[in-house]
C-alpha cells in the first residue's frame, strides 16, 4: 500500500478541510487583535454550566485518553493501536520539546497586574510556565487525526473536529492557555500526525496480516 501525504489528508478530508477554514479565521483574529484584547473576550464567556462541562472536557486532551484509546485499539487491530500510540508520543514529544524552548508565561501570571479583572473556575489548579504550545491541544487534534484515518466512516472527522475543538476552547476557558497556544497546538498536533502517518504506513510490516489482527481473534463464519 502506498501512503503519501495526499492519500492521508484524502482520508482525513472531513476533518481537514473544515480545519483549514477554521484555521484561517483564528489566524485573522490573531492578526487584527491583540493576546490581551483575545482572551478577555474569551474569559468574559463564562457561564455555570460551562465551567463543570469545561473543567470536565479538557480532561479529554489529556495524554491518558490517548493511551486508553491506544489499548482499546489493541483489541481490535495491532497496526492501529500502533498509529495512535505512536502519534501520541511523537507529537507530545515534539510539544513538550517546544513549551521548554519557548517557555511563555500563562495567562494568570500575564496578567498579574490585572488580576482582578479575570474570572478563573473555581476547583482548577492554574498552571503559571510552558504555555505554547497547548499540550492538550495538540493532542486532541492528534487524536482526532488518527481516529478520522483509521474509522471506516471518514465523515466522523468532523465531529472527531468538533470535539477536539471544545478541548482547545477548554484550554481558553480555563485560563489555562491563551488562543496562539490553543491554535499553534492544534496546528502542530494536525501537521506532525499527518506527516508521521504518511511515512509510517508505507512501511510493509504495518500492513501484514499478523499487525491487521488484535487481541481478540475472529472465528471463521460456519
Not at 462541562?53 to 491518558?64: H, P, Q, S, V
Not at 472527522?157 to 476552547?169: R, S
Not at 489555562?176 to 508505507?202: K, M, P, Q, R, Y
Amino acid at each position: 500500500m502506498k501512503t503519501s501525504i495526499i492519500s492521508v489528508l484524502k482520508q482525513v478530508r472531513f476533518l481537514f478541510i473544515p480545519y483549514l477554514v477554521i484555521l484561517s479565521v483564528c489566524l485573522v483574529i490573531a492578526l487584527i487583535y491583540s493576546k490581551s484584547q483575545i482572551y478577555f473576550t474569551v474569559n468574559g464567556w463564562h457561564f455555570t454550566a460551562g465551567d463543570t462541562f469545561f473543567a470536565l472536557w479538557t480532561n479529554m486532551g489529556d495524554g491518558i485518553v490517548s493511551i486508553i484509546l491506544t489499548l482499546i485499539l489493541l483489541f481490535f487491530s495491532y497496526r492501529k493501536s500502533f498509529l495512535m500510540g505512536t502519534s501520541y508520543v511523537i507529537t507530545s514529544l515534539i510539544a513538550q520539546l517546544l513549551k521548554r524552548m519557548v517557555a511563555t508565561p500563562r495567562p494568570v501570571i500575564f496578567f498579574k497586574a490585572q488580576a482582578s479583572k479575570m474570572y478563573l473556575v473555581k476547583g482548577v489548579e492554574m498552571l503559571e510556565t510552558l504555555s505554547f504550545p497547548s499540550g492538550h491541544s495538540v493532542s486532541a487534534f492528534s487524536t482526532a487525526v488518527v481516529l478520522t484515518y483509521i474509522t471506516p466512516r471518514k465523515s466522523w472527522g468532523l465531529l472527531f473536529l468538533v470535539l477536539a475543538i471544545l478541548v482547545g476552547y477548554s484550554r481558553m476557558y480555563l485560563s489555562e492557555h491563551f488562543f496562539e497556544d490553543v491554535v499553534g497546538g492544534s496546528a502542530l498536533g494536525v501537521l506532525i500526525t499527518v506527516l508521521w502517518i504518511s511515512w509510517i504506513d508505507n512501511k510493509p510490516f504495518i500492513h501484514s496480516e499478523k499487525w491487521n489482527r488484535g487481541l481478540i481473534k475472529k472465528h471463521p463464519k460456519f
